[in-house]
């Protein structure tokens, strides 16, 4: 939840996204949203980091999604007895202690209830998964700013905590054949 994110060399458009993220609990498949909340095992924070000028390039948004040290989450796991409602939570994003995204998780688009729905009507659903929420507004892409070197995220959501992390130059890399 502390460690630094690399900035990648082949982009200028590294972006936040703050996200309310769940944890799967239990293997499941075809699960009503009225019984979503038996296979949750907690709630954490995440941030969804994208790499946008990647994103656009190709036709999905995995790539843009799946450089080293993205995705950072924590800094726990919270079991559902332990908060009060997911869908109702305030949540903070800060870069350099300038607040560029405040909402709630009741204006997500789809709820947590909903998503584990969803996503197991088309595959199995294993203990350990995460799911992200989505993100609300505020995000670098809409105003142009990008995140760079130095610059210090962070995420909080009500009765989570938060998370928090530097970017850094992405480290040469070694090729080993």
């Known amino acids: 939840p502390y460690e630094d994110i690399h900035d990648p060399k082949v982009s200028e458009m590294l972006d936040f996204e703050g996200e309310l ?12 949203k009225e019984k979503a909340h038996e296979v949750i095992a907690g709630y954490t924070i995440a941030n969804d980091l994208s790499v ?17 040290t993205h995705c950072p989450f924590g800094p726990a796991i919270v079991t559902p007895d332990e908060i009060t409602d997911p869908h109702n939570l ?3 994003t800060e870069v350099n202690g300038e607040q560029r995204q405040s909402s709630n998780t009741k204006h997500l688009i789809f709820n947590c209830f909903d998503l584990v729905e969803h996503l197991s009507t088309a ?55």
């Open 21 to 32: 993220t769940f944890v799967i609990g239990k293997k499941c498949r075809h699960v009503p």
């Open 52 to 68: 946008r000028d990647w994103q656009l390039r190709v036709p999905t948004f995995t790539i843009g999604k799946s450089f080293d």
């Open 90 to 92: 305030d949540l903070f």
């Open 123 to 177: 595959f199995t659903l294993e203990p350990g998964d995460l799911v992200l929420t989505g993100t609300p507004g505020g995000v670098g892409v809409v105003e142009g700013k990008f995140l760079k070197k130095g610059d210090v995220i962070k995420i909080s959501i009500a009765e989570l905590g938060y998370i928090e992390n530097k970017v850094i130059d992405e480290p040469d890399s070694t090729v080993v054949l």
